[in-house]
């Protein structure tokens, strides 16, 4: 009987050794209300190019296959928070033929404890790559954001998704408070 329960002790630790975290990604911004867009249209449009398939390890002794992944589409959440940011800027927000064309492009998004042996560090960055149109005009913008967290237990996926939902937000709250993305759009609509 001993056997048996150690035998499923060491079952059940296993399967959740090799079970990786997937999160959703839903970022947020808070864009005061301003009228730099007039009614003028805009189209935003989210390119998700990260490397490889996560976004880093959980760490401790099952670090290589405790993995942080994606649980959803990241380019349309993207979209979704910028879009929701220029409309409190007075712009529409269209799929196509737009005043101003917004493409953003995550370049960077990691959660990883560089700790091998056991949880107590967790290192984290975003970087999004932000190109805006408007006729034959061209603004190129990048935002980043990290942090360092510390943790004595291995976190829960609900405790990932809200780092990694805080420091996407953080990295495209960026782009709103962002002086020469603003001058730019008041001197070219």
Known sequence: MKKLLLFL????????AHSPVEVQVRPQVQVQSDA????????????????????????GIYADTSNVR??????????????????????RTVDNAADVQVVAKLTGLSYDSPDKLYTS????????QLEVKIGG??????????????????????????RVNDLLSATLQRAFEDEKLKNF????L
């Open 9 to 16: 002790g060491v079952c059940v630790l296993a399967a959740c």
């Open 36 to 59: 730099i867009g007039a009614g003028h249209t805009l189209s935003v449009r989210g390119v998700n190019q990260l490397p490889g398939g996560g976004l880093g390890s959980l760490g």
């Open 70 to 91: 994606l649980a959803n589409n990241v380019e349309n959440s993207i979209a979704a928070a910028l879009g929701e940011g220029f409309a409190n800027w007075s712009f």
């Open 121 to 128: 560090k967790v290192d984290t960055s975003a970087e999004v």
């Open 137 to 162: 005009a061209t603004y190129f913008g990048t935002y980043r954001s990290s942090g360092k967290d510390r943790s004595l237990i291995k976190p829960s996926r609900e405790e990932v998704e809200t």
């Open 185 to 188: 759009l008041r001197t070219h």
